[in-house]
């Protein structure tokens, strides 16, 4: 019997942590278009991020991490479930969860909650159907708030033409909140008033002065994440939490309070390191079209809509559009501060990973665009940064080139989780790899993943075969670029940082360019050629498009009703007045 008591104790003290200890809980917090004008990262001189940079202190910062393709939609279905754009075929803003793979393949949200965690999340997480995700949810997202004018929403009354008839209330919009109560419209006759809220309901924004105001969506997700901390602080639940915060800003509209744009007056604004014609000996140009939004050359024309708007003042242009984007980051900064000290009054601090990360970066003018979406480093690198108490460093910078398919595999290893994360067989397995021998050891940690990062681009298609798509690899001293019409570009980054010189058509550079050819040509699958579409898929698109052919209401087209709008339709085109 003593024996038995001995092997037990033994046993028990011997027994891993995750055994004996309560999980880690996880507070991951996402921004949108969120580059590296953050206080460290050498983005831009002038940044304001107190708050971000004592994180930074506290924890491991990636510098050279990247996303897997640099647009809203495809970049969060990706790290939400782990899985290469290129692997899923997820390429556009098609709903993410109807994707053959993703569908059968659990988000980290899901995966956590079925493996004992409580998951709440607020905002902006999922480009949408956040709210599916979690077992409990906040604030939908939220890109107020918006000018009205008593009919229309309408961009800010400083954001001059063309800028804001081309782009409109989201990527044409910048410029402080102010008091609009006496202003009147000339097209309605109406006052101003500022709105905000979801796509589905929104509702008016008080706004007399930055101290008497409601709060705006961003704020809101930091109330409700700030007042669950101190609950969950003091409950008895005996389940660790996995929360999601979701910021908007920095994405357009960029419309924060007045006092942000304070902190950078426009005389004293610096614009960053731009190369005069260094868009020349670049090639997106030629698989994109400046005509067409939808194929991903937006940023060339925003960057010409800008400068005209301002008179073809480029510095001014620049200045007045990096105003606002530093303002918006400063006013996340602040968000983030409130999060993370009400984690530390908690006391949750001692057993909370905390991740705060983007979805892609923005290029400010940089190579004579101004978006996302390009293979260049500012529109793929992103801030990761991750403290994980009792494994990672403190104040420490780890230079290997990861991308936020990493996540999902890294947080199951710190939380001691299954990696199955496949519902069946039809979803697939993760792509990714764990980062945490970089927390433990960010010079020399033990990495089983690639020595590069993958990106993507997104141009629209009804189609995406993976082996006919735009990509890069971001290795730490270079960056390869190879578009779909095989042109090519090559960046020496360890003496180019800012990727100005395209070694592309440099005869020395032969033998490296042939072999990140070769090698990303291995990672990307071979041709997948579209599967004929069935009738019925024919029959639900028509549905779609003429929902009034539904003659009974029930819902369900039937091939009658089909045919019977079809001719009722061709009848009407040859009689028009009947």
Not at 208 to 220: A, F, H, Q, Y
Not at 512 to 519: A, E, H, P, V
């Amino acid at each position: 019997m003593k024996q038995a008591c001995v092997i037990f104790l033994v046993s028990l003290f011997t027994m891993p942590c995750s055994f004996s200890m309560k999980k880690p809980n996880v507070l991951l917090i996402v921004c949108d278009d969120l580059n590296d004008f953050i206080e460290t990262m050498g983005g831009h001189p002038q940044a304001r991020t107190p708050h971000i940079r004592k994180l930074i202190e506290s924890g491991v910062t990636f510098t050279q991490a990247h996303c897997n393709i640099p647009i809203c939609n495809p970049s969060r279905a990706s790290f939400a479930t782990g899985i290469y754009p290129h692997t899923s075929q997820q390429f556009g803003f098609e709903d993410w969860d109807k994707n053959e793979i993703l569908k059968n393949s659990r988000t980290m949200m899901v995966h956590f909650g079925e493996n004992g965690y409580h998951t709440l999340g607020t905002g902006k997480v999922m480009h949408s159907r956040d709210r599916q995700e979690w077992k409990e949810y906040g604030h939908p997202s939220d890109y107020g708030p918006f000018l009205f004018n008593g009919k229309d929403k309408i961009p800010n009354l400083s954001v001059p033409k063309p800028f804001r008839d081309d782009f409109g209330i989201i990527d044409g919009n910048f410029g402080p909140l102010e008091n609009v109560t006496n202003k009147k419209s000339s097209d309605t006759g109406k006052n101003y008033r500022w709105i905000t809220g979801g796509w589905k309901k929104q509702r008016e924004m008080k706004y007399n002065s930055d101290e008497d105001r409601d709060p705006t969506g961003d704020e809101l997700n930091a109330q409700w994440a700030v007042k669950r901390l101190n609950e969950l602080a003091i409950s008895k639940e005996e389940k660790p939490f996995f929360m999601g915060v979701g910021f908007v800003r920095p994405h357009t509209p960029l419309i924060v309070p007045q006092k942000y744009f304070n902190l950078f007056p426009i005389e004293s604004i610096k614009l960053p390191k731009i190369l005069k014609a260094d868009v020349e000996d670049t090639f997106k140009n030629t698989v994109t079209s400046k005509e067409d939004d939808r194929s991903g050359d937006r940023g060339t024309k925003m960057y010409d809509s800008l400068i005209a708007s301002y008179g073809g003042d480029r510095e001014l242009a620049l200045k007045k559009f990096i105003q606002a984007y530093l303002a918006s980051v400063a006013s996340v900064d602040d968000l983030v501060g409130e999060i993370l000290e009400t984690l530390n009054e908690t006391g949750l601090d001692k057993n909370t990973i905390v991740i705060f990360t983007s979805d892609h970066g923005w290029g400010n003018g940089e190579k004579d665009y101004l978006y996302k979406n390009s293979l260049w480093q500012e529109s793929t690198r992103v801030p990761l940064i991750i403290r994980a108490p009792g494994v990672s460093k403190e104040d420490k910078e780890c230079e290997q080139p990861v991308s936020l398919v990493d996540l999902y595999p890294t947080l199951l290893d710190l939380c001691g989780l299954s990696d199955n994360t496949m519902k069946n067989d039809k979803g697939r397995p993760l792509d990714g790899f764990s980062m945490k021998p970089f927390l433990k050891d960010p010079k020399n940690g033990k990495w089983k993943g690639p020595d590069y990062a993958i990106t993507a681009l997104y141009k629209w298609a009804q189609y995406y075969d993976p082996a006919f798509q735009n990509y890069s690899l971001r290795f730490k001293d270079w960056r390869y670029i190879r578009y779909e019409n095989g042109k090519e570009e090559l960046y020496h980054t360890a003496k180019d940082d800012h990727e100005w010189n395209n070694l592309a058509q440099n005869s020395k550079f032969e033998k490296k360019l042939t072999g990140f050819r070769k090698q990303l040509l291995s990672i990307i699958p071979e041709s997948i050629p579209e599967k004929t579409k069935s009738n019925e898929y024919w029959k639900d698109q028509y549905f779609k498009k003429n929902p009034s052919a539904d003659t009974n209401a029930d819902r369900t087209l039937s091939w009658a009703e089909l045919t019977a709008h079809r001719k009722m339709t061709e009848e009407g085109k040859k009689n028009p007045t009947k």
